[in-house]
């Protein structure tokens, strides 16, 4: 784990992972070829950033390393993360910082909401830490940027991808009452690795939370994701698939795991371009709207045509 000092003061600043410090480092594989991206320059990007630092907004985007930031805000297409950029639980796959967040900031539904008519979004994706030191993880403050958004922006689809609201009673109901185009929640792995990768969340009450999602708001979308290279097998993907399906789930989406650093969750293996198209291939056999399946495919990546995409999807079995 690498420590952070601050050059002014001379003294070591608090590990962004502090619950990792101690871990063994685990070493990943090379990167192939097809998993390599360039560094981000285009002005594009440069503009996306300033207003997001105007706004005084975080995004996922950085704070999770995304490998594909370089093309999304070049195309003006960035994943606000609200509620702070300090996580509650301490997932092992994770690059979100993990400690005890500050309390929310009041206009940061305005904030978000100027941000996306500034950029002219057409789709936008929200997403958020943990919040467990709140009576209701956050629902309350989701709700009030998808409205405060949508008021400002009424053209503009809203995605969000929240948290499990793990033992929050009522609040799926308070996010799905703002009526979101897309709810997506992300399963991220098999139950049998959950333990080890996830354990702060339970498998079954993911689930839940995507069927409760789909009963609360028929007409919008649903959503869930998997990382695949944590040792997981083909076999339990499928499972999950059918799981996903059987909670009336709409889109999926399967990317390849990264390593964020050495104390992270060890890197099993990259699976091949192949891999992923016979797993997209078995997918759409199963019944999903729309899948995206690739090495760098992303809960929000290419999130605007997809939408597009999905809405053509239930038209044609209309």
């Known amino acids: 784990m690498v420590t952070i000092v601050d050059t002014l003061s001379n003294t070591p600043l608090?590990?962004?992972?502090?619950?990792?410090?101690?871990?063994?480092?685990?070493?990943?594989?090379?990167?192939?070829?097809w998993i390599r991206v360039k560094a981000p320059t285009s002005?594009?990007?440069?503009?996306?950033?300033n207003i997001v630092r105007e706004n005084g907004l975080v995004t996922v985007c950085e704070e999770a390393g995304c490998p594909n930031i370089?093309?999304?805000?070049?195309?003006?297409?960035?994943?606000?993360?609200?509620?702070g950029d300090t996580c509650t639980r301490a997932c092992a796959f994770c690059n979100v910082k993990t400690g005890l967040p500050a309390a929310l900031d009041a206009?940061?539904?305005a904030n978000v909401a100027n941000a996306v008519k500034t950029l002219g979004l057409r789709h936008v994706v929200i997403t958020s830490v943990d919040r467990d030191d709140l009576a209701d993880g956050g629902a309350r403050h989701f709700a009030d940027v998808i409205t405060t958004t949508r008021a400002q922006s009424p053209q503009t689809s809203i995605e969000v991808l929240t948290p499990d609201f793990l033992r929050k009673d009522g609040a799926i109901e308070t996010v799905m009452a703002a009526r979101p185009d897309v709810f997506n929640h992300n399963l991220e792995t098999v139950p049998r690795l959950y333990l080890k990768i996830r354990p702060g969340a339970r498998y079954f009450a993911s689930l839940r939370l995507l069927e409760r999602a789909k009963e609360l708001y028929p007409e919008g979308f649903t959503k869930s994701g998997l990382m695949v290279g944590l040792g997981e097998t083909?076999?339990?993907i499928m499972q999950v698939m059918d799981d996903l399906r059987a909670a009336n789930v709409d889109f999926l989406t399967i990317g390849q795991y990264l390593q964020p650093t050495r104390k992270h969750?060890?890197?099993?293996?990259?699976?091949?371009?192949?891999?992923?198209?016979?797993?997209?291939?078995i997918a759409r056999a199963k019944g999903f709207l729309m899948v995206s399946a690739s090495p760098l495919t992303r809960s929000s990546y290419h999130a605007d045509s997809d939408f597009a995409e999905l809405k053509k999807a239930r038209a044609s079995r209309a």
């Open 14 to 33: 608090r590990p962004r992972h502090p619950e990792k410090v101690n871990r063994p480092d685990s070493v990943s594989p090379a990167k192939p070829s």
């Open 43 to 49: 002005r594009g990007y440069a503009d996306t950033r």
């Open 70 to 83: 370089g093309e999304c805000w070049d195309k003006k297409h960035a994943t606000f993360m609200i509620m």
């Open 107 to 109: 206009a940061e539904p």
């Open 234 to 236: 083909r076999e339990e």
């Open 265 to 281: 969750a060890a890197l099993d293996r990259f699976w091949t371009p192949e891999e992923f198209a016979g797993l997209e291939t």
